[in-house]
């Protein structure tokens, strides 16, 4: 199966404006972007007219999970006109985690009950991962755990270089949640210790063996793979080493 390959917008949000890098991305071989709040808050019309003045597609986006549990409906529309059927909450802000097993029950259970609301639209709740929910609770459970296990039908977005830096294995992660995973962020980290660009890499710039990774990603649910990097001092150099990189393994 050939994957879709979105390039994550949040990528080069430094480098502005966003528009402009969308016929560059088409060029480089991308089919979609991963946009984040702002990209598209300001006129979601005018943004998907952009993208298909590229080319482009808009398979899912992130937004506050504060927006699925208070405006659903605002979301909704703007999945609908950017023409995604994924809406991707991202974050639980450091100050608000409370370290116990019932309040990460309380987003999943806030999750499922937006995948119920925007399943009624055709749409799907995705989770996206950062390093916090791999952290151990006191009863040695872990947050992601909880945040998946309160419904089927919210999906996850497995970011693989966040999974790798919290000292767990992304291959045990992608075969636990095989079935529940809709976008694979093949997102890259350096050696521990490196300071440049944060110590993210292009994709086959870091230390995650993607090869041994590939056959695990093939027994997934996932049809959508992203390009991501927190903070690159070259964002074309990182989007166009990515997507080389992830096509040579026959993705």
Request: proline letters at 6%; one cysteine or more.
């Amino acid at each position: 199966m050939r994957y879709q390959i979105s390039y994550q917008l949040y990528s080069s949000r430094n480098f502005p404006p966003l528009e402009a890098q969308l016929p560059v991305l088409k060029a480089l071989g991308y089919d979609a972007i991963e946009p984040w709040l702002p990209a598209y808050e300001a006129d979601a019309g005018a943004f998907r007219r952009a993208l298909d003045q590229a080319g482009l597609a808009c398979h899912g986006f992130h937004m506050p999970l504060s927006g699925l549990v208070d405006e659903p409906n605002r979301f909704i529309d703007i999945a609908l006109t950017l023409g995604a059927r994924y809406l991707i909450p991202p974050f639980v802000p450091e100050e608000q985690r409370i370290n116990t097993k019932d309040f990460w029950k309380g987003i999943g259970e806030n999750l499922a009950a937006g995948a119920e609301r925007v399943g009624r639209h055709g749409l799907k709740v995705v989770w996206h991962n950062h390093d916090f929910e791999y952290a151990a609770l006191p009863d040695g459970s872990r947050p992601i755990e909880h945040i998946l296990g309160q419904g089927q039908d919210v999906l996850f977005e497995i970011d693989c270089g966040w999974v790798t830096r919290a000292g767990a294995d992304p291959a045990a992660e992608l075969v636990r949640y095989a079935d529940r995973i809709a976008f694979i962020q093949m997102k890259d980290t350096a050696l521990a210790g490196t300071t440049t660009d944060d110590g993210w890499t292009a994709t086959g710039d870091g230390i995650i063996d993607w090869p041994a990774l590939v056959p695990l990603m093939r027994k997934t649910a996932a049809e959508h793979i992203v390009a991501e990097h927190d903070n690159p001092a070259d964002w074309q150099r990182f989007a166009g080493r990515s997507i080389n990189y992830m096509r040579s393994l026959g993705l």
